[in-house]
């Protein structure tokens, strides 16, 4: 066989372990566990592609591939129809000001409001206050 194919056969089977050894990865498993899975998956494929026991080993194989991804309590819980507690926790909020008023005051409203602040309330509606007389 070509070592070409060899290679692309190894890099196609370490794609296809990678799946499950990332869910056990992801479900904090020891590297003990994970490595352990491994072998047994890599001699359970190999025993199923050169032994005469193919028959039997690859059903097992296949088995052995799924168990990682499932998952047996969520699973049980779900059969059984039982479902999670569920646990909720009161977050204390400030109170709700009220809203203010942000809008600026009308001339006529200002108290103490005179001619003498330069606010134009001396001149008539329609003449102008800055040109001279």
């Not at 909020?93 to 009308?106: C, H, K, S």
């Amino acid at each position: 066989m070509p070592a070409a194919i060899v290679v692309v056969l190894l890099a196609l089977a370490v794609i296809v372990i990678a799946f499950p050894v990332r869910r056990l990865v992801r479900d904090d498993r020891s590297l003990t566990t994970i490595v352990l899975y491994v072998v047994v998956l890599v001699a359970l494929a190999v025993g199923a592609s050169e032994l005469a026991l193919a028959r039997y080993l690859l059903p097992i194989l296949g088995v052995v591939y799924i168990l990682p991804f499932i998952t047996w309590r969520a699973g049980l819980d779900r059969l059984l129809g039982r479902r999670p507690p569920i646990r909720v926790s009161r977050v204390e909020r400030p109170g709700i000001e009220g809203p203010r008023n942000v809008t600026p005051p009308d001339a006529d409203d200002r108290v103490g409001a005179g001619p003498s602040e330069g606010d134009g309330t001396d001149t008539q509606p329609g003449t102008r206050s800055d040109t001279a007389e």
